[in-house]
Each structure stands twice: as C-alpha cells, then as structure tokens.
C-alpha cells in the first residue's frame, strides 16, 4: 500500500487499497441443611480430587443447588411422563439436577452440563485476553447446544431441557466423557466426547441405542448450535472486523458471512463450520457433509466502548439424518487458537477458515508470508522479524520500482515534444492520437511501462494488509512501545472519543503517514514533471498535489485502531522505499544517457506488431469516418 508510483494507474489502484479497507471498516441463598450438605460434599470432593490426580484427565463433580433433589412420589413421576413421555425416566436418576463434571487436560479446563449433556464451560489454558485474564469460549451460558426432535407419543423436546447421566473414563491415553440422556439403562440418547493429549480437538459423537420405537421418523431432528463470541482485544471494532462464521463447502469451496451487521445463509453439502473470534474459533467438523445447513450472524454492538462483552452471536441449524429409527453422528469439535501452524495438523483444510485473503492474495500469504515469518519470528524477536521481512520484501520489488522509475523519467524527457504535439493538433484530436502513438512507439516508451510495476505491487501489499492482522503468533508480542504487535500501540489516551479514529492516539501509524508524505512529497515533481497534459484530461497535477495530503491523512486515521506489525511495516517500507528511490535517482539512472537512448531509437525503423498495425488501422479508419462527415455538415 505504501508503493504510491506516480502515474495515475497507480494512484487508482493505491484508492482502490484504501476503498477495500474502508470496505473493511464498519441462585437462592441455601439453608443451614444444604450448607451442611455441602460442606460434606466439599469434603468428599476434595477427597476424589486426591485419587483423581492418578489419572491424566482430572475429573471433580461440583452441584448447584437446585429444587429437585429426585423424585418421590408417584405423583411427581406421573407429571413427568406426562411431560417428558418415555425420557421421564431420565429426570428420577440422582444426575437429575444442574450440576457440572469438571475434566482438565493439558490445554483445557472443561465443564459439562448435566443439563444439556453439552459443554458449559472452555478455558484455553495456555492463554490470556487483553486484560491479562483467562480466555473462556464458552462460560455463563453464552453458548446453547440442542437436539429438538418428536417422539412417538406426539411430543416435541429439547435435549437442553433434559438432564443426562455424565460417565469418565480412559481410552488409553484419551479422556473419554459421556452424557446420556436415558430412557431406560439400556436405551439413550449419547453424547460422547474423546479428549486426545495435548490436542485442540476432539471426538463428538451423537448416537441413540433403542429409541428407533421412540424417535418419530416423520418429523425433523434438527441440532441447533448457538455461540455469542467473548470479546478478546482492546478495540472491539478492530476484533469484529476478524470475528466471521466460515464453512467449508460443495467439495472444497470456502464461503463467510458478512463481518458487520447481520447475515444468514443456507447451504448444502458443508463438511466444517467456524465460529471464529478473531484469534480463536471453535469449529464443528464432519467426515459425512451435512446435507443442508442454516447459519445466521449478528453483530452484538453499535460502539466499540470499554463495556463491550460480546462481539458477535452466531447460529446454526443442522437437519440429523435417522438411520433405521437411531442418530449416529460421528463428528469433532475444534475449541483452539486461530494458529495456520495448529490447524493445519488437524487436516479439513481447517486453516482455510483463517482470513488470509482471495485468490492470488491468500496465496501470497500462505505460501510466501507465513512460512517465511515463522523462519524469522524462530530466530529473531517479533518486531525485528517484521523490520528483516520488510526489507526482504522490498529487495525483492526493487526492479519493479527501477522500472518504473525509469518509465517516468523516460515520459519526463518525453514531455516537451508531447506538449508540441498536442499544440500542433490540438484541434485534430485523432491526428494528436496518433502522433502520440508514433512519438512512444520510436523512443520505445509507453505510459504504461510505469503503470504495471504500480499494479504488480498490488499483490504484495494487499496480501500483507491481510496477513499481519491475522498473524496469531504477534498476539501478545511486544516490540519497542508497542506492548501487543496484534493490536494498536498506545502513547496518548484522549478524554474523548474523534469519530473514525478513536480515543487513543498510536504512534506508528503516525511514523507510517510521515514517511507516505515525504515519499509522496519527493516524488511527486517527478509525477507531474513525466505526465504529459491532455486536453479534455484531469489536471493530473492538481490530483497528485491532493494526494500528498490525502493519503498521510486517511493512513493516520484508519491504522489508529490496526495491528501495530501492520502499521510498523508500512512505515519501514516506506523508509526503504525512499532510499531505494534515491539511490536509483542520485547513483543509477542518468537522464543524459536516457535522452540519448530515446534519440538512438528514433532514428532506426521500427517494426510495428501485430496490435499497434491493428490501432494503426482503426485510427485511421475512424478518422476517414471523421472526415466523411465533416464533408457532409
């Protein structure tokens, strides 16, 4: 983005970088009884904590409290089957009560709900939020997890409402947990969860045993899925441009929700799904495409204020497929970091999901950015690593930049002779054309031999517009004032709050916009001084002369609230670009010797292609049509 060439493709496509970022913008106090209950309870928890250590996953049963401590009568349990039918069953076990079992494993701390039989409670245990606290994905129900299916008896139920029987156990080396929701002890719904060593995902099995006489096969079992994402960066606004609903598609196709405001799709054939929150995602995958799938988006906020809790709130809706009367959904859930490094071990093509551009651009980012950060961040620290890519990055486009400096000083020796070209027509606009045409094809020169340079850069910046914000490893990493790479740096705080550009002041966005003035103010007498003036045309000169101003500006109000590595890296860009310039400039290019180039290619014949033959032609048809009518007026 900082390469502004000073030919108008190239300003068209530095406003189109800057139109895709604006793009981008926008329970009851409990009695002496239960106190002593619990305390009793407290001292057998303790005791099963002891023994549990044995094991590689920690298991420890915590109970609310709770009204329903079991059924007693015949009378309660007629109410049940009259509301529950055959899962009536379920509510007189002693796992009849809100109550979690509590598993640790080396990167989780988990809770499962008796009620539900789902997750209440993720912690990333090797992970901290902005404010230094612990990252939760799921707490204090922000997540909803159910089955809705009809029964025989003509009843329809949530399994969210119904309370299931949790069961730990070894595989091994894995945890497994398992909640059933019974009929019987020998018929139940399962959900069963398989938690591998050290790794973010995990087995999740839903499956039915007897109940083919129980499920009614006529109506719709549908898995409903609800997650409102916690905020985990200092600019909310920031973080919601990155928090986005992905799915994996048709085969292999990516597809996302819009960012802002309020989307929805329905799909067929989707293979995984991500609830991304910027750096982290919790992804619901499948070997068997779900046939058909419903999500919806919502933005949960109108202003990034400080009291921002939840940025986005997402839901699915899944059609589950009876097979002869029972559910066997063998599917896995990815609770993790939004890390290429980690995803990519899981397969899927997960790291699609990561935000690193279309086409050409993710591209870029996943075969060139990534793998060459991940070498430098391993042997430098973060911020310098960015300085060594930079500085790659500009070696490798510095022909680029030669050549389309040598282009500009070409049309600059040039000009003179295009102004008396456009004198000596300037009431033939065809004849002017014409001997323009003639004027570049002799000096071998073209205005576009400085405009593709411009355009091959697009590319590059682009990619790393995308690639920094969405770095996981410069989360947290600090480099000089800047105490989070991921996230804006902060020397001043404001008392208020300036529309578009926030209540803080950073300061490498105002380095970058330093160094785009000084590039810009440098270069633009080369600009103006190599583009030749046409009649009927813009004042070219005037639009560079607003440029100089404009774009400092909208890079110091729009890169206030970005990653400070995005920021670092377009103000050493533009330092090196500078020197590159001047080194070209002062050391390299000589003008005379230019000027006597153009004057040597004059003067040989040159052989016209096939296309200038073609433009040839139809000028002058055009300007036989010209004449023709002319007669006729």
Sequence with gaps: MEEKKLDLNSVIGFILIFGILMFMLWQNKPTEEELKAQEEAKQEQIAAEKKAQEDKGTLVTSTEDFSANGVTDS?????????????????????????????????????????????????????????????????????????????TDNRILNTQDLFFQPTVSKNGDNTVVSMKLKVSENQFLEYRYEL?????????????????????????????????????????????????????????????????????????????????????????????????VDMTSETLFDSDEDDVLFTKLYTTKIPLELQGGELNAPLKFYFGPTDNKVLNQYGYDLDDSIPFGWGIFGWINRYVFVPLFAFLSGLLPYGVAIIVMTILVRIVMSPVTYKSYVSQAKMKILKPEINEINEKYKDNAMKKQQATMALYSKAGASPMAGCLPGLLQLPVFYALFQFFPSAFDLRHKSFLWADDLSSYDTIAELPFKIPFYGDHVSLFPIL????????????????????????????????????????????????????????????????????????????????????????????????????????????????????????KK
């Design 75 to 151: 009378l309660q349990l007629v109410n049940l089957k009259n509301r529950l039918g055959a899962f009536a069953y379920a509510a007189t076990l002693p796992s009849a009560i809100v109550s979690h079992t509590s598993v640790e494993t080396d990167l989780f701390d988990l809770k499962f709900s008796n009620k539900g039989g789902f997750l209440s409670e993720i912690r990333l245990k090797k992970f901290d939020d902005y404010k230094e606290q612990p990252v939760y994905l799921i707490k204090d129900n922000n997540s909803a997890f159910n089955i809705n299916f009809g029964t």
């Design 196 to 292: 591998k060593p050290n790794e973010y995902m995990m087995d999740f099995t839903i499956r039915s045993q007897g109940l083919g006489q129980v499920f009614n096969s006529s109506q719709a079992v549908n898995l409903d899925w609800k997650l409102k994402t916690y905020r985990g960066d200092k600019s909310a606004d920031y973080e919601n441009r990155y928090t986005r609903l992905t799915y994996q598609h048709d085969g292999g196709k990516i597809s996302k929700l819009s960012p802002t405001g309020s989307d929805d799709d329905l799909e067929e054939d989707v293979t995984w799904l991500s609830y991304r929150q910027h750096f982290f995602s919790s992804i619901l995958v499948t070997d068997t495409p779900f046939k058909q």
């Design 512 to 631: 970058a916009s330093v160094a785009i003035f000084f590039y810009m103010k440098m270069t633009t007498g080369q600009q103006v001084a190599s583009q030749p003036t046409q009649e009927g045309m813009p004042d070219m000169g005037k639009m560079m002369k607003y440029m100089i101003y404009f774009s400092p500006i909208m890079m110091l109000v729009f890169f206030n609230n970005y990653a400070s590595g995005l920021s670092l890296y377009y103000f050493i860009s533009n330092l090196i670009t500078i020197g590159i310039m001047l080194v070209i400039k002062n050391f390299i290019i000589d003008e005379d010797k230019i000027h006597a180039k153009i004057q040597e290619n004059k003067k040989k014949p040159k052989k016209e292609n096939r296309f200038q033959r073609k433009m040839k032609e139809m000028m002058e048809q055009a300007e036989q049509q010209q004449r023709a009518q002319n007669r």
